[in-house]
């Protein structure tokens, strides 16, 4: 880094010079037009091209793996790094399954669209602008959606509910798009400083949602597993392990939402407290867990067994929390500290 004195020259204009070296080197010559770019951050960036984000326009894929799992994968994988259309290629001509399968994926990202498509190529536009967008908002949201699928999941395990898998996986789909549309915007701003301003955050503020949307989806997820287990209980679980398990599931739960509030609110004291409540919450578990081995809570074997599984799924939500606390601890340092 060097310094220099931002001078003024006839006019009221004014002018900063620029080391010889670094001119050379990004092949910057007199009389060449620079664009000047200032941000809500308060930085100024100057470029020799019009480069801020043009590259994510457009992108072609070709599709070198028949099957519609491809199709699939390599959809999610252009969207979430940001490019406004894609198109995809596929080794021969699309088969009908991998047809229906882009049709599909398609409907599950928010904001995209098929707008062209042929037997070799199918064009995929994202139509929603940024500017629409409110990435706080959707942490909200994934928020709200990902507590109330743990809770939901804890009962239907404990009441072993078979209809409860079905009816959370389904509602796991809306936390996923949320998921996937901070993802996007997150990859976007690591191309162009115009997705900030767009968006109306700061690179930290947006990767501290981009984590927390990557650790509530990690919740999802295990929700989606605990009330799948449902299904290998031959009857509910007794009240005497169940009482103990909804507690300790209760905590983890609240001290979730807690964490993410104290990300939002740059809370430090919050976090802290989330963190404690998660540790405590691992605590009970395995205390649950040891009573499991010697038989004094559960003795169905299949019983104990399946509550042994959401017992370790419920370790993992924990460690969500804990990863989620610890990001909106180090925010709001950075908040207090630092003009970001």
Known sequence: METRKLQEVGGGTFTVSIPKGWATTQGLEEGMDLRLYTHHDGSLLVRSSDADGGCLDEVTVDIDVDGPAAVRRTIRTAHAAGFETIVLHPAGSFTEAERKAAQATVRELVGTDIVAESETAITIGHLLDASSVSVRQSTVQLQYVAVSLHEDAIEAFLDADDDGHARIRGRADEARRSAEMITRHFSRSLVSH?????????????????????????????????????????????????????????????????????????DTAKARRARERCDAAVERIDAVERTLFDGSSVESVPTAVALSSALDHLRRTAACGRTVADTAAQAAIRAENLDV
């Open 194 to 266: 115009a997705e900030l301003d767009v968006l109306d955050v700061s690179r930290p503020e947006l990767f501290g949602y981009y984590a927390t949307a990557e650790r509530l989806e990690t919740v999802v997820d295990r929700s989606v597993r605990v009330a799948g287990l449902a299904e290998e209980l031959p009857e509910p679980v007794p009240e005497s392990a169940a009482a103990d398990v909804r507690s300790a599931a209760d905590d983890i739960g609240h001290a979730v939402d807690d964490a993410v509030s104290a990300l939002l609110g740059a």
